[in-house]
């Protein structure tokens, strides 16, 4: 917006008309009428980044809602799993909340609407999450719409040490696990972990409390140079891999303060590694507002 | 790693102890890295 601006100041005398949600402006002298932005154009410049799929705040959330609400005009807000209660959503202030799935109350997590990342498809996923959780004695299933050849998918996964690790799966029985950050994000404090996978350059990136992680020596790194085939109808679990109908004690507790998805087409670039760190370290700092569409 | 907790013990039985690095299953074969990045011989999964 303030391009548009100081364009429109540099001309001496700019005549400017509106017409159809159409800004048009006549240079001095000429007969010309240059259009200079489509409103639509400047709605996404300064609001929330077109691709966003879920942006949730649970800092400004209480007991009673019902839902983690998604702050995007999408309504993708994430439910309550059968076997989570309003009052232990919300058992935290300030988080939302899930309780690691056993036998018998196995759907005791948050599940936010289906994403259908296409990774083989050259789509790019951009995930942030800041909240607590703390490790189990095996690796756990964190933030998945994913785990096998019967749910093709992603999986963050919380590793018993306290690590991150990323896989994607596809329903052939193939499936890529990056390596693990050097850092521990996992450790029952308030951490932040973001990360990003690129399925047109077959790429990945992680990032701890709003930094690159070690790993990765400033640059992206290669994941999956084959491509996985991850389309699935499966909804995004807050706390679990696969999707309530499975059943599975693969999960974890978490508490959830911020959440942001965002999954680019493949006709999308993907903004270089230190633009998606200014934006990572500006969520760790404030998770409660959304990347803006002029970000990248 | 996996929701079936077979192939997880599967593959906790193949990986080197302490391997931190890229993992790809493809075609019943598993792929590991060295330190350095470079692709070591499949084993089969």
Redesign the interface.
Known sequence: MTNRTLRTQRIAKPALRLQSSDLFLTRQGTDSEDSVALMSDLTTFNGPHPRYHFHGYAGDQIVGDGKFFDRTALGNHGVRGANLSDAQMFANAGYVTTIDPAGGATDSVIRLPNLNFYHLGGEKLILFWKGKATPEGTDQAFIADGGSATYPGFRMICKSSGSLQVALYDSLGGSNFTGTTSATPFDGTLRSVGMMIDGTAKKWCAWVDGTIDAMFSGVYGNFALGGTDTRNANTVNIGQGAPASAASTNGMATQTRALHILRLSAADTMPPVATMSAIMAQLHANPSKPILGSAF | ????QE??EKLSGILPVGY?????????KIYLVDGD?EPLPPVDF
């Open positions: 790693m996996f929701e079936d192939l997880n931190s690095q890229e993992i790809t299953i493809e075609d019943g990045g």
